[in-house]
């Protein structure tokens, strides 16, 4: 009976291989795949460190190493530093600026090639070329950044830096400069804009940060927020920083403020308005302010202690153009002689005065709930006006 059964077909082997065996070609083939995106990395570097040279951006790397396989690229640079030529209104007369940082981390995901995110381990250092040692340091807790869009035109930018500190070099001394708990800058190009007139759209963030030795104002932590749209620019060829902002000025661009807004302690501020530049590299324009506690503006301004030590004419020239010092400092001294004791009560109230003036300027408003005035902001030609009161300079960008 056995030998009547039909003999059993034997099963071929060949389909349990096929799995594994494509299991392993994927994989070199990917590996393949990597070691040559990981060969173009020094390729492409070179390439865009050629074109910024071009624009007095020199960029260098002492260590540069590549990892991340299988699933992404990290680009490790030790050493980075990067040396400005002719970037600021001087020109080439200006001696060259060296910025060097202690590591980059540049990471890519192999399926999204286009999308570059960086960590940056600090400090950085700044020096001047011909100065024996750095002027200034630059400490942070993180800092990250990200660029989408590349290796064409970034569509996006963003940088975010945790408890950024900026200190001035004085021999073993640092000098603090700049402190912020936060920061965040993004930008964007405007997917409606026109090709040849790009129009980039940014946004500001500061959180408790505060600015020695430009301002007062700027002095005590404020917050900050600021949201703007640049337009004028033609294309994003590298070129030298004042070069760009030529192009700009001739071409009418602009910088449109959509929204801002400053809170200092009790002084709160929001502003809005339109600046360009003017032929002298400046800023010209308005912004139409509202602000909360405008007395805190006239007391940080220092405006009792300047009466009270002498009024340089350098200061007046700041703070109320056109009036001279000998003017005042003579009618003080003048009021003390006539009846002793009544310059000093005039020094006294003098802020207060200038409060009532300026309080009085624009129109009433309110803003979140308080009290407040709108008046405008000028900038002409580099000078800032609160009203008719000269509040600061902006030095020329060509």
Same mark, same amino acid.
């Given at each position: 009976?056995?030998?009547?059964?039909?003999?059993?077909?034997?099963?071929?082997?060949?389909?349990?291989?096929?799995?594994?065996?494509?299991?392993?070609?994927?994989?070199?083939?990917?590996?393949?795949?990597?070691?040559?995106?990981?060969?173009?990395?020094?390729?492409?570097?070179?390439?865009?460190?050629?074109?910024?040279?071009?624009?007095?951006?020199?960029?260098?790397?002492?260590?540069?190493?590549?990892?991340?396989f299988p699933f992404r690229l990290e680009v490790t640079c030790n050493d980075a530093s990067v040396t400005l030529v002719s970037q600021t209104a001087r020109g080439s007369a200006a001696p060259p600026v060296t910025a060097r940082l202690d590591k980059i981390?540049?990471?890519?995901?192999?399926?999204? %090639?286009?999308?570059?995110?960086?960590?940056?381990?600090?400090?950085?250092?700044?020096?001047?070329?011909?100065?024996?040692?750095?002027?200034?340091?630059?400490?942070?807790?993180?800092?990250?950044?990200?660029?989408?869009?590349?290796?064409?035109?970034?569509?996006?930018?963003?940088?975010?830096?945790?408890d950024p500190t900026l200190d001035r070099l004085d021999g073993a001394m640092a000098v603090p400069l700049a402190r912020a708990s936060h920061v965040e800058l993004h930008g964007r190009l405007i997917d409606d804009a026109a090709a040849d007139r790009p129009?980039?759209?940014?946004?500001?963030?500061?959180?408790?940060?505060?600015?020695?030795?430009?301002?007062?104002?700027?002095?005590?932590?404020?917050?900050?927020?600021?949201?703007?749209?640049?337009?004028?620019?033609?294309?994003?060829?590298?070129?030298?920083?004042?070069?760009?902002?030529?192009?700009?000025?001739?071409?009418?661009?602009?910088?449109?403020?959509?929204?801002?807004?400053?809170?200092?302690?009790?002084?709160?501020?929001?502003?809005?308005?339109?600046?360009?530049?003017?032929? +002298?590299?400046?800023?010209?324009?308005?912004?139409?302010?509202?602000?909360?506690?405008?007395?805190?503006?006239?007391?940080?301004?220092?405006?009792?202690?300047?009466?009270?030590?002498?009024?340089?004419?350098?200061?007046?020239?700041?703070?109320? %153009?056109?009036?001279?010092?000998?003017?005042?400092?003579?009618?003080?001294?003048?009021?003390?002689?006539?009846? %002793?004791?009544?310059?000093?009560?005039?020094?006294?109230?003098?802020?207060?005065?200038?409060?009532?003036?300026? +309080?009085?300027?624009?129109?009433?408003?309110?803003?979140?709930?308080?009290?407040?005035?709108?008046?405008?902001?000028?900038?002409?030609?580099?000078?800032?006006?609160?009203?008719?009161?000269?509040?600061?300079?902006?030095?020329?960008?060509f």
């Amino acid at each position: 009976m056995p030998d009547l059964l039909p003999p059993q077909r034997r099963r071929s082997l060949w389909p349990v291989f096929v799995l594994p065996v494509l299991v392993v070609v994927a994989a070199l083939a990917w590996s393949a795949f990597w070691f040559y995106a990981a060969s173009q990395v020094d390729q492409t570097v070179d390439v865009w460190r050629a074109r910024e040279a071009k624009a007095g951006r020199i960029y260098d790397c002492a260590n540069r190493s590549v990892a991340g396989f299988p699933f992404r690229l990290e680009v490790t640079c030790n050493d980075a530093s990067v040396t400005l030529v002719s970037q600021t209104a001087r020109g080439s007369a200006a001696p060259p600026v060296t910025a060097r940082l202690d590591k980059i981390l540049v990471v890519s995901q192999i399926y999204t %090639p286009n999308l570059l995110i960086a960590e940056f381990t600090a400090p950085a250092t700044l020096a001047v070329r011909g100065e024996p040692a750095a002027s200034m340091r630059m400490n942070w807790r993180t800092a990250r950044s990200s660029i989408a869009g590349l290796p064409g035109v970034p569509q996006r930018i963003a940088l975010v830096f945790d408890d950024p500190t900026l200190d001035r070099l004085d021999g073993a001394m640092a000098v603090p400069l700049a402190r912020a708990s936060h920061v965040e800058l993004h930008g964007r190009l405007i997917d409606d804009a026109a090709a040849d007139r790009p129009v980039i759209e940014t946004a500001l963030e500061l959180a408790d940060a505060s600015i020695q030795d430009v301002h007062p104002l700027l002095a005590r932590p404020f917050d900050a927020t600021v949201q703007a749209r640049l337009s004028g620019l033609k294309d994003f060829s590298p070129k030298p920083w004042p070069d760009r902002f030529r192009e700009l000025q001739a071409a009418d661009g602009r910088i449109e403020i959509e929204q801002s807004r400053i809170q200092q302690g009790d002084l709160l501020a929001i502003a809005a308005g339109s600046l360009g530049l003017s032929p +002298n590299g400046r800023l010209n324009g308005e912004l139409q302010m509202t602000v909360a506690g405008i007395e805190t503006v006239i007391s940080a301004l220092g405006i009792e202690k300047m009466l009270e030590e002498g009024v340089p004419q350098a200061t007046l020239d700041r703070v109320v %153009p056109g009036v001279k010092a000998q003017d005042v400092n003579n009618l003080l001294g003048s009021l003390d002689r006539m009846i %002793p004791g009544l310059g000093k009560v005039v020094r006294q109230n003098a802020s207060a005065g200038v409060a009532a003036g300026v +309080n009085s300027l624009g129109t009433p408003a309110e803003l979140e709930g308080k009290r407040a005035r709108s008046f405008p902001l000028r900038f002409v030609d580099g000078a800032v006006f609160l009203g008719p009161i000269k509040v600061g300079e902006i030095p020329p960008l060509f």
